[in-house]
């Protein structure tokens, strides 16, 4: 069975990246909030009109939508394959409204990676940030660059700045993050299910420390690399 994990941590700290990661080596399902939010905007469906606002000023979506829409996605399939949740659950609420349908569906938590950095190096994260218009795919001007700029390597679309990561709206999410982050960390705290990961430095050095993090605690093999086929 796959380890169910739930990715914190300011915005700019990593946890698409890391969640792209994980579910390349371990194959467990990423799930990002905001990502599904974006793509709902973007086909303009009923949901996406619904939060349109919230995403493109950076304010959370409220609680009772974001857990229907969330758990409405944990099919049995991937709480048995595993998944790693970014960007949800924000609040304590949310954390709750999750912990009963895990509860419910006998599949608790595995654990709750948290992921530190300083506010300098979130700023300029995010500053930097560009993403795929089309398949949501994450880059950085400097740290993690397309091989042709301003355009996606994975479906050669043209990448744009999200709105949210315009500075003001930056600074405004950053804000609403240090109100909403410390009672959510203490929540996981108090389970024991919370597992600091410093994420400042390479996106590499990022992940060797959530191999160790996750060997340590037994939470999953890595998948066998694939053969050469000769
Ligand atoms: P993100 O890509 O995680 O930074 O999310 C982008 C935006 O989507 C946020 O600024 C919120 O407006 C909305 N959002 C994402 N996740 C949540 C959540 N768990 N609760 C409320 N709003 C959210």
Not at 21 to 29: A, N
Not at 54 to 74: E, F, I, N
Request: with cysteine.
């Amino acid at each position: 069975m796959g380890a169910r994990l739930v990715l914190l941590g300011p915005p700019g700290a990593g946890k698409g990246t890391l969640a792209a990661w994980l579910s390349q080596q371990y194959g467990f399902t990423p799930m990002s909030t905001g990502e599904l939010f974006r793509q709902q905007i973007r086909r303009r469906t009923a949901l996406g009109r619904t939060v349109s606002e919230y995403v493109t000023s950076g304010r959370l979506v409220p609680d009772a939508l974001v857990v229907k829409v969330m758990t409405s996605q944990l099919t049995r399939p991937l709480l048995q394959r595993g998944f790693v949740l970014d960007g949800f659950p924000r609040t304590t609420a949310q954390a709750e409204g999750l912990e009963r349908f895990l509860v419910s569906r006998k599949a608790p938590l595995t654990g709750a990676i948290v992921l530190t950095s300083p506010v300098r190096v979130l700023l300029r994260r995010l500053s930097g940030r560009r993403v795929c218009g089309r398949c949501g795919a994450i880059y950085h001007v400097r740290n993690m660059p397309p091989k042709r700029s301003g355009i996606c390597d994975r479906c050669q679309s043209p990448l744009i700045i999200r709105k949210d990561d315009q500075a003001d709206t930056i600074r405004e999410r950053l804000r609403i993050n240090r109100a909403q982050a410390k009672p959510l960390v203490a929540y996981y705290r108090r389970r024991g299910l919370l597992h600091p990961l410093r994420a400042d430095g390479s996106s590499q050095a990022m992940f060797d420390r959530a191999a160790r993090l996750l060997k340590a605690h037994g939470w999953a093999a890595p998948r066998p690399a694939r053969r050469a086929r000769g």
